[in-house]
């Protein structure tokens, strides 16, 4: 690489980084744009473009594969984290569910950035922008027609096809259970049971790189920026681990991720100046919240051993010979439920809060790596899921360099009211799939995960007392990858993503978005990437 300038430097080739640049490029101006990716091109490896194949990458050379510090409440335990180092970053590794938080949880973010653009109806052109979309149900001005991003309800998929054997007994225990059936999400409301979406296209995953394409950009993989160089307090580009530099003429945009978005602020001087100070790095501009407000879903998942699997519910079985079956991850439903008032009331006195959706239920047939469980049609599985957890953690720097990963403790399950939550959340997944007509002649035990420490767990009922499940939480209980918070909106930078304190220096990813958002985060993300995009052009 010679000596490089370009109008503007993305660093981080991911979920956002690759839409920001292809929309960049793609302006009237014709910017010149570099994106740097410190992962490889995933290209050339046959299991990036399948689901099912693309469960095996997580976790191996395309996954920065971080550990967290020990998190007290869930047993001590140290998490792995799992974030793409590789361009198309997330994309790459996510199970492809495309699923919107609900509109208050938007609104929400636009009340704490107080900018209405970040609302669900300000978000809204630009999730639309983002759709190609082909569903059941849905409201078609809710939806865009010709984005970028094939996304597809289940029972559109594969002309119909792909509808599983557990369909209606799931969508049944539900409503048996009082969720109510919510299939066009009217105004922008998650609340209830409704179908899966997937931004899949002919049943193939839909990486970053491929939808927004980078012809225009100049891509460079495997590139490791060390930190973001200044002139005073005005970014002027990146200096590479190798000690080369690329300078920015217009601006450098932060796309890496809510733990390694933190970790390149600080080693480039914008941080809390105790541990800049600590780790030597000269002080360009203090500031304290960058690496705080850490926020994930934190979830439990539960396999379920079913009385007969000759029946064919579950992948592994020899009776699921239909092809469609096997063209994406195989589910149907998702239910997005409030809490009860008399639970909710004890930890929050705001009555119109209770309104918001807590907890997330998927039922998946196949247990997703759980160990100890096989992949043989016998289980199916189910992954209760927080949506609004009201926990923090922390994303710090080991040293000065970023060789070294960041340190990072999510401080899962350290309020009453995410324990509470997920307790309510994970009993009524076991009524469920235990105790409602449709599923108790269908699923035999609760199957507990194996492993070191695991040994005398017991399967859970749908009558487990509230310390048995609070117990599996604490001890078997998992992150869903869906971290932010770390470079906040009001916080770390303004509603535009650009960094408080200094010039021409912007961030685009996760770690902007100030509080945790229901639905799963890729939906979302390529919104905001999108928004941000256009509000970079019109200010050029």
Not at 485 to 502: N, Q
Request: aromatic content about 6%; glycine content about 10%.
């Amino acid at each position: 690489m010679a000596t490089l300038s370009a109008d503007y430097i993305v660093v981080g080739g991911g979920l956002t980084g690759c839409p920001i640049a292809s929309r960049l490029s793609q302006s009237d101006e014709k910017p010149e744009v570099i994106l740097l990716e410190a992962g490889a091109d995933p290209s050339s490896n046959p299991a990036v473009s399948g689901f099912l194949s693309g469960l095996s990458l997580q976790g191996g050379e395309y996954d920065y594969c971080d550990k967290t510090e020990p998190v007290p409440n869930t047993a001590n335990r140290v998490h792995p984290t799992s974030a793409g180092k590789v361009l198309g970053g997330g994309s790459i590794l996510n199970y492809g569910g495309w699923l919107r938080a609900d509109a208050a949880d938007y609104d929400e973010w636009a009340d704490v950035a107080k900018d209405k653009r970040w609302s669900y109806e300000g978000l809204k052109p630009w999730f639309c922008k983002t759709e190609h979309f082909r569903g059941t149900g849905a409201e078609a001005d809710d939806h865009g027609l010709d984005g970028p991003m094939h996304v597809t309800s289940i029972s559109a998929s594969e002309s119909g096809e792909r509808k599983y054997p557990l369909r209606e007994n799931v969508k049944q225990s539900w409503v048996e259970l009082g969720v109510s059936y919510n299939p066009q999400k009217k105004h922008g409301s998650a609340t209830g049971l409704a179908e899966m979406y997937e931004n899949a296209r002919n049943g193939m995953r839909q990486p970053s790189y491929k939808a927004y394409p980078l012809d225009d950009v100049n891509v460079f993989t495997n590139t490791v920026v060390q930190r973001i160089t200044f002139s005073g307090t005005t970014a002027t580009g990146v200096e590479l681990v190798d000690g080369r530099t690329i300078t920015a003429r217009k601006e450098v945009i932060v796309c890496a991720g809510a733990h390694r978005t933190p970790q390149v602020l600080m080693l480039s001087g914008i941080g809390p100046p105790a541990t800049l100070t600590e780790q030597g790095i000269p002080i360009v501009h203090e500031s304290p919240q960058v690496g705080q407000n850490l926020h994930d879903h934190f979830a439990l998942y539960l396999a379920f051993r079913l009385r007969d699997p000759s029946l064919g519910y579950a992948l592994g079985s020899t009776s699921w010979q239909n092809p469609a079956l096997f063209s994406g991850l195989p589910w149907d439903w998702t239910v997005s439920e409030r809490l009860p008032a008399e639970i909710f009331a004890k930890h929050e006195p705001r009555a119109e809060r209770q309104k918001r959706n807590l907890w997330e239920e998927i039922t998946l047939y196949v247990p997703p790596g759980m160990p100890g469980v096989p992949i043989d049609g016998t289980h199916i599985a189910t992954s209760t899921m927080l949506l609004v957890p009201t926990s923090r953690g922390t994303v710090s720097i080991r040293s000065s360099t970023p060789v070294d990963p960041p340190r990072i403790q999510p401080n899962y399950l350290s309020t009453a009211l995410d324990r509470d939550t997920l307790l309510y959340a994970s009993r009524q997944t076991l009524k469920a799939m235990m105790a409602t007509g449709p599923m108790k002649d269908i699923v035999e035990s609760e199957t507990p995960i194996s492993g070191e420490g695991l040994e005398e767990l017991t399967p859970l009922t749908a009558d487990s007392s509230d310390a048995e499940i609070e117990d599996r939480i604490r001890r078997t209980g998992t992150q869903h990858h869906h971290s932010g918070g770390t470079a906040a909106m009001g916080k770390v930078v303004d509603s535009e993503g650009k960094v408080l304190g200094v010039k021409r220096l912007r961030v685009a990813d996760a770690s902007i978005i100030p509080i945790p958002l229901g639905g799963h985060p890729q939906a979302t993300l390529y919104a905001m990437a999108e928004q941000l995009a256009s509000i970079i052009i019109k200010n050029a």
